[in-house]
Nanobody, 126 residues
Framework: QVQLVESGGGLVQAGGSLRLSCAAS????????MGWFRQAPGKEREFVAA????????YYANSVRGRFTVSRDNAKNTVYLQMDSLKPEDTAVYYC???????????????????WGQGTQVTVSS
């Protein structure tokens, strides 16, 4: 069982920045690929970014590429999402998710992940 806890959400003005964190339990965190997804009111949950277990490969949705950066610190069992140049359309609940090494599948898809956090609200005002 892997527990994921997000933090760092809040209210920010357009053009501002936030850094989300996701702390994971487990002794083998470095073997998990990690993803970030978001869900805006009335919309389906969508992929934001992902990072491989060792951190060498990162993936981004087109809508956030160049503004968001995903990273991880395996010594701290934590994955981060640095969000810069925020826009009102980035307003959503942000979730982190873990894909165990025994599983495969596109990191862009929700169904490829085994565990999810409870989410953290990000609100960007115009």
């Amino acid at each position: 069982q892997v527990q994921l806890v997000e933090s760092g959400g809040g209210l920010v003005q357009a053009g501002g920045s936030l850094r989300l964190s996701c702390a994971a339990s487990g002794r083998t965190f470095s073997t998990y690929a990690m993803g970030w997804f978001r869900q805006a009111p009335g919309k389906e949950r969508e992929f934001v970014a992902a990072i491989s277990g060792g951190g060498g490969n990162t993936y981004y949705a087109n809508s956030v590429r160049g503004r968001f950066t995903v990273s991880r610190d395996n010594a701290k069992n934590t994955v981060y999402l640095q969000m810069d140049s925020l826009k009102p359309e980035d307003t959503a609940v942000y979730y982190c998710a873990a894909q165990l090494p025994a599983y495969s599948g596109s990191l862009y898809r929700e169904s490829s992940y085994n565990y999810w956090g409870q989410g953290t609200q990000v609100t960007v005002s115009s």
